[in-house]
């Protein structure tokens, strides 16, 4: 059996006894990297100790094979419940894909125990569909980031949370590795990209970055920072990452757009290339996400501008995983698309709460950060010089550019929101985001008869 850290143990014991407290729906946060699915599989393995029965679901195939794998080399017994695999009703602990957990659901009776991973999906129609098969049944969600696109917490799903670890915690007991953390200003204007659904819209944003120069850029400080280093390069779409792929190639640096469409041999080919050193960039569009490790990366390009911080977290920390043939390895991040300006850094200490509705506030930045014009490293702002070059910003500039970004942020949230009234169709609509915004009602009929919505 795999050993706990003392982390992951005390993780499982908070679990418990927040149900025997009377909790029934636990969310426990573990950031990317401290073993969720060895400490998930400890609770499910103390759980078939004592005769429950347990579901365990996920929601893409690379998150189900890393399951079955570790719950095997764990020695947990268990049956697989995906397309194309035939059941083993008679396991008391099951792993299954969503969907097809959804549709066989008659066929999994008696569930007392339900594990969901990467627990912020847990409000899709399908996750709440299967909970509510089995309203006995104790639920634990894990994630590393217990928000909604939008910053809302998970309050309507679960009842109680339960904190692990801190990335810096993390970092600082070597379960991490370290970050050197660069955000060179950009060309790219996406001033004018509208969002959708909470995070940016993907052909206007494609429209925005997709440019030879711009990319370019990209190519030229991957050479000035990371030259040489395994790296993972993040992109908007397809054609922005074959793009990129292609001006690596033509500066003479091996790289290659793998996607989710790619054809599994060739990919498969393409990452043990990337292992043997052989590639040295890989571009994609949100494939090295969750449960898809590459080992032996080095370096992350952010260059797909977003508002999720699911997706920013996933994506930054991806090449800090500890490398055991190299134990003073510092991850290096490239941050192309100004998302720790959106989130901040990635090791932040963020205040995670169940609340549903947010506060005013977008995001749970604590510390403003500013990037040093001199070696592009980004550092918090209440710091007078760079703690990595030493080059002191005068206090003036500082002060101006500190209250630009402030101002271009309150410009961008006016911007959205009179996007926002402008899509309103109804009188319905319209009540619906003066509640969201605490307006008086009066609001409501002076928009409508300005708009020229009757009834
Ligand atoms: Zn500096």
Redesign the pocket.
Known sequence: MIALRPYQSHMVTDVFSAYEQGARRVCAVAPCGAGKTVTVGWMIAKAQLQGVRTLFIVHRKELLEQADRTFTAMGIRHGVIASGVPMDSAQDVQIGSTQTVAKRLEHIPDIQFIVIDEAHHATANTWRKIMAWYPQAKVLGVTATPARLGGSGLGDVFDTLVLGPTVRQLISWGNLAPYRYFAPPSKANIGAVHSRMGDYVKSELEEAVNDADIIGDIVQNYRKLANGKQACCYCVTRKHSEHVAALFREAGIPAQHVDGETDTSLRAAIIERFRRREIKVLCNVDLFGEGFDVPGMEAVILARPTQSLTLYIQQSMRAMRPDPNNPHKVAVIIDHAGNCFRHGLPDEDREWTLAVKPKRKRHTTTAPITM?E????VYESHLRS?P????AKPAAARELKQADGELQEIARIKREQRMEVGRAKTKKDLESIAIARGYKLGWVSKMASVKGIKG
């Open positions: 040093c001199k070696c592009y490293q760079c990595y070059c030493g080059y």
